[in-house]
């Protein structure tokens, strides 16, 4: 029994050890510090059309246009594709009063709420009917990006002849957002050594990157992650990816934890039709892509439950006496209850501590994940959400 139970603890403790610590340290010594080599010669730039998918969104659509709109790319080679789900504010009245004043500006109104996919389905088809643009750029109404981004993000796909591009999104810097960012930071850093070794990323952020239009597949319906069922069809088929880390997207961000909380569930409901969807790539070749799907996204997805396991193994290892095991659940206790805890109550005092921060963001992010677990267990609804609140 006890070597049983201290298996289970080794196993489990190993899985969530490989997906933060052990992985990252081997792509840090397989990627070495060299630069990837890329075709550097010129090439003609390709045409884009621009896809987004709006429900209510009448407080920052306005603004998004105008950052969309202030892109520097030649105006002939770049279109307009934004599709309202069912909107019930100012956000078709505003689309319009763009639409009006420049031809390249498609506004699709669908009457019925279906949720993002659905549209995004709706306006690529669309789109290829009228434009046939090569490169489709998929961004969020909420993500706002630097006017010089896109022909970087083009020159790099051309360069390193990839299917998609990543381009990094940042929160504002405030409240949860801070533990967010940091988040964000670890996850560049582990795509991009992914992208150096391997070009296979796994997965996009999905505020604003760029696909290959032949290697668009219509999204299935229900699924809550578009973007991540995109790429990695993409890779599926043998497509190559990278993200761009010269330059990043920013995005509105309320700071608040809960916002957090609920849009990490749905992201991990989402997670595990997609597992349900590519898991057989966990078995077969190329095994980079196996091992990278395995280690920076099965693993991390699992963590709540090796956690569980861990923690069971280790009380009944603790009240069977063997004394090292008593510590550990004390410092697991601390780590996922009253260390959090203390932080909520220093916050409400004004008192801020990073660490205590990033580890309350840590604990709630697998709370969120283990949610989204139970979710796609008992069944997915629907994929429909409403977006959180803009600042």
Sequence with gaps: MTIFLLVIFILSSLAILQSYVLYPLHLSLLAGSEEPVQDSSQAELPRVDVIVAAFNEASIIERKMQNLLEIDYPEALLR????????????????EAFAKKDSRIRILDFKKRRGKSAVV???????EEESQAEVLLMTDASVMAPSEILKLAVAKMQASKCSFIDVPIRPQQKGIAKSENDYLSFETWIKDKEARIWQRPMGVYGGFYLLNRASFEPIPQGFAVDDFFLVMQSMEKGGRGDILTEMHCWEPHSGSISDEYRRKRRIATGNFQNLRRFGYLLFRRPWSLSYSFLSHKVLRWLTPVSFLLMMISATVLALMGVFPFVLIVMLCLSAVVFLPLLDFLLSRWGIDQLWMRNLRYFVWMNVALAAGLINYINGIKNSIWDPPSRD
């Design 121 to 127: 389905n709706d306006l690529v088809r669309i789109s």
């Design 80 to 95: 307009f594709y934004i599709g309202s789900d069912g909107s019930s504010d100012q956000t078709v009245e505003i689309l």
